[in-house]
């Protein structure tokens, strides 16, 4: 499985922006799909996870600015940001995980089998 995050950029704070994750190789539609960030010089945090059947969760800290969402007709996900910050700033990466995991579980990074390259979202203030 391949993946390709994309719809980072550059977004002035209170803005939005919208990422897609694009997977090929094999149907992703009983996959769950993570969304995760990582802010120069900090670890890598999860952000939003989404299961086969529509379960999702989230970061307590972005709870209610973002998004996750997926098609699993056109084998990808996505992630709506709004009301960005210049904190939010990092780089974006999607994962794949091949368990359907309960929620808690899809915030570990370790559980994930599949990752993308990242996609860096800049937000100025």
């Known amino acids: 499985v391949q993946l390709q995050a994309s719809g980072g950029g550059l977004v002035q704070a209170g803005g939005s922006q919208r990422l897609s994750c694009a997977a090929s190789?094999?149907?992703?539609?009983?996959?769950?799909v993570g969304w995760f960030r990582q802010a120069p010089g900090k670890e890598r945090e999860f952000v939003a996870g989404i299961r086969s059947g529509g379960i999702t969760t989230y970061a307590d800290s972005l709870k209610g600015r973002f998004t996750i969402s997926r098609d699993s007709a056109k084998n990808t996900a996505y992630l709506q940001m709004n009301s960005l910050k210049p904190e939010d700033t990092a780089v974006y990466y999607c994962?794949?995980?091949?368990?359907?995991?309960?929620?808690?579980?899809?915030?570990?990074?370790?559980?994930?089998?599949?990752w993308g390259q990242g996609t860096q979202v800049t937000v100025s203030s």
């Open positions: 994962a794949l995980s091949r368990g359907a995991w309960i929620t808690s579980a899809m915030r570990g990074a370790r559980n994930y089998d599949y």
């Open positions: 190789g094999r149907t992703f539609s009983t996959y769950t």
